[in-house]
T-cell receptor, first 114, second 113 residues
Framework: AQSVTQLDSQVPVFEEAPVELRCNYSSSVSVYLFWYVQYPNQGLQLLLKYLSGSTLVKGINGFEAEFNKSQTSFHLRKPSVHISDTAEYFCAVTQGGGGNKLTFGTGTQLKVEL | DTEVTQTPKHLVMGMTNKKSLKCEQHMGHRAMYWYKQKAKKPPELMFVYSYEKLSINESVPSRFSPECPNSSLLNLHLHALQPEDSALYLC????????????FGSGTRLTVV
């Protein structure tokens, strides 16, 4: 079975400061990892994904994440946040294959303050 | 067209009503999904359709009835819902059942009164 843990339920940060949102996964087989963002009263938007290859993945809106197999982590980073980055961020994992079930972490609320 | 379109965006229904949620995509995707998201919680998988056939039902109560009339359209029929069924219902699609990565719609906010 696969699972995802997001230890931080809320992360407050000042505008223009760097931020890291943590994600750890658990799986007995190879996995594919994703970060989604959800703005208030909206659906999910894909920020970035790791399928294979380079462990540093760059996404939209200046976000990037690094896949670390030994630490089973896929932390999301941004060097300088903006007020508009305030949103809920979900890490997700799938093993692929038939059915392709996507399992989400509990989410991290990023609150950017002036 | 690279979107998944869900209608309506908001729905209020009584516990004795029958209503339907609609999801449409024109990307040629052959797998479609329904997720339920309660407030402050992550999305939870309800159903998966692969090539217009139901392939996964995550033990969802029968008051939720999915339907996939064709490869572009996915419906969720609702009947005799409870207030605790109030949530954001998200539809998603992927190129095929084994494809990695979904495209999500913006959701239908359902309130049961």
């Amino acid at each position: 079975a696969q699972s995802v843990t997001q230890l931080d339920s809320q992360v407050p940060v000042f505008e223009e400061a760097p931020v890291e949102l943590r994600c750890n996964y658990s799986s007995s087989v190879s996995v594919y990892l994703f970060w989604y963002v959800q703005y208030p009263n909206q659906g999910l938007q894909l920020l970035l994904k790791y399928l294979s290859g380079s462990t540093l993945v760059k996404g939209i809106n200046g976000f990037e994440a690094e896949f670390n197999k030994s630490q089973t982590s896929f932390h999301l980073r941004k060097p300088s946040v903006h007020i508009s980055d305030t949103a809920e961020y979900f890490c997700a994992v799938t093993q692929g294959g038939g059915g392709n079930k996507l399992t989400f972490g509990t989410g991290t609320q990023l609150k950017v303050e002036l | 067209d690279t979107e998944v379109t869900q209608t309506p965006k908001h729905l209020v229904m009584g516990m004795t009503n029958k209503k339907s949620l609609k999801c449409e995509q024109h990307m040629g995707h052959r797998a479609m999904y329904w997720y339920k998201q309660k407030a402050k919680k992550p999305p939870e998988l309800m159903f998966v359709y692969s090539y217009e056939k139901l392939s996964i039902n995550e033990s969802v109560p029968s008051r939720f009835s999915p339907e996939c009339p064709n490869s572009s359209l996915l419906n969720l029929h609702l009947h005799a819902l409870q207030p605790e069924d109030s949530a954001l219902y998200l539809c998603a699609s992927s190129q095929d059942p084994g494809a990695i990565g979904y495209t999500f719609g913006s959701g239908t906010r359902l309130t049961v009164v």
